[in-house]
C-alpha cells in the first residue's frame, strides 16, 4: 500500500463547526487531489493542487476549502459543516507525470464525515 | 461529456466461480484505462492499468481487457474468493491536460459467498 494517511478515519460533527481533515504523504509526490464520495456514486474531484503554494478548484464545487504549505500535507477545512457535507472524503497523491509515464494515483483510506 | 459506465451495479456469486465486470467509456483523448478495487470503508487500490497499444494486462487471478476502437473494457476475476468482496471501480485518464484528469466509474460492487 502507498503511504499517504488521512485523519481521522471518521468524524461526526454537529452542524456549523469547523472542521479539518488531515492528509499526508510521504512519498514526495508533487500533486495531491481531494475526491468526494456518496454510497454508490463515483469518485468526484473537489481539489486539487500541483506543489507547494498551489490549489485550484475540481469539478465538484465545494464549499470547503484547502492549503498546501508542505510538500507532504494537504489539509481540507470546512468552516461551517451542515448535513449536506456528510460523505466520504478521499486524499491522493500522485508524482508528475513524465512523458509517457501514467499518472498513478495513490488513495488514502478516506475520512467518513456525519454532520448531524 | 466525458463518461465512464459500469455494469453490472452489483453481482452477488458463489466463492470459487469466476465472473466478468463490464466498462464502457467515452473519455477522449484516451490515455489510459485502470482498474481498481475499493474495499468498504477503503481508499481505491489500482489492479491494473492498460494504454491504447494494451488489450489485455494480468495481475494474479485478476485480467483486464481492453478494446480501444469500441472503448471498452472487462475485468475478469478467476476462482474468486472471500476476500474480493468489494467495489471495482473503472476509471480513465484524458491525454488532454497536464493533469491527467482521471473519469470515474460508479463501480460494480462485488459480493463472494462462501
Known amino acids: 500500500e502507498a503511504d499517504i494517511y488521512q485523519t481521522p478515519r471518521y468524524l461526526v460533527i454537529g452542524t456549523g463547526k469547523k472542521i479539518t481533515l488531515e492528509c499526508s504523504q510521504t512519498?514526495?509526490?508533487?500533486?495531491m487531489y481531494w475526491y468526494q464520495q456518496d454510497p454508490g456514486m463515483e469518485l468526484h474531484l473537489i481539489h486539487y493542487?500541483?506543489?507547494?503554494?498551489?490549489?485550484e478548484k475540481g469539478d465538484l464545487s465545494s464549499e470547503s476549502t484547502v492549503s498546501r504549505i508542505r510538500t507532504e500535507h494537504f489539509p481540507l477545512t470546512l468552516e461551517s459543516a451542515r448535513p449536506s457535507h456528510t460523505s466520504q472524503y478521499l486524499c491522493?497523491?500522485?508524482?508528475?507525470?513524465?512523458?509517457?509515464?501514467?499518472?498513478?494515483?495513490?488513495f488514502g483510506p478516506g475520512t467518513r464525515l456525519t454532520v448531524l | 461529456k466525458n463518461q465512464v459506465e459500469q455494469s453490472p451495479q452489483s453481482l452477488i456469486i458463489l466463492e470459487g466461480k469466476n465472473c466478468t465486470l463490464q466498462?464502457?467509456?467515452?473519455?477522449?483523448?484516451?490515455?489510459?484505462l485502470r482498474w481498481y478495487k475499493q474495499d468498504t470503508g477503503r481508499g481505491p487500490v489500482s489492479l491494473t492499468i492498460?494504454?491504447?497499444?494494451?488489450n489485455t494486462k494480468s495481475n494474479g487471478r485478476y485480467t483486464a481487457t481492453l478494446d480501444a476502437d469500441t472503448k471498452q473494457s472487462s475485468l475478469h476475476i478467476t476462482a474468486s474468493q472471500l476476500s474480493d468482496s468489494a467495489s471495482y471501480i473503472c476509471?480513465?485518464?484524458?491525454?488532454?491536460?497536464?493533469?491527467?484528469?482521471?473519469?470515474f466509474g460508479r463501480g460494480t460492487q462485488l459480493t463472494v459467498w462462501p
Open positions: 491522493a497523491s500522485s508524482i508528475r507525470r513524465l512523458a509517457g509515464t501514467y499518472n498513478e494515483q495513490f
Open positions: 512519498m514526495g509526490h508533487d500533486k
Open positions: 493542487s500541483y506543489g507547494v503554494n498551489s490549489t
Open positions: 466498462c464502457n467509456y467515452t473519455v477522449s483523448p484516451f490515455s489510459n
Open positions: 492498460m494504454t491504447f497499444s494494451e
Open positions: 476509471v480513465v485518464s484524458d491525454r488532454g491536460s497536464t493533469l491527467g484528469r482521471l473519469y
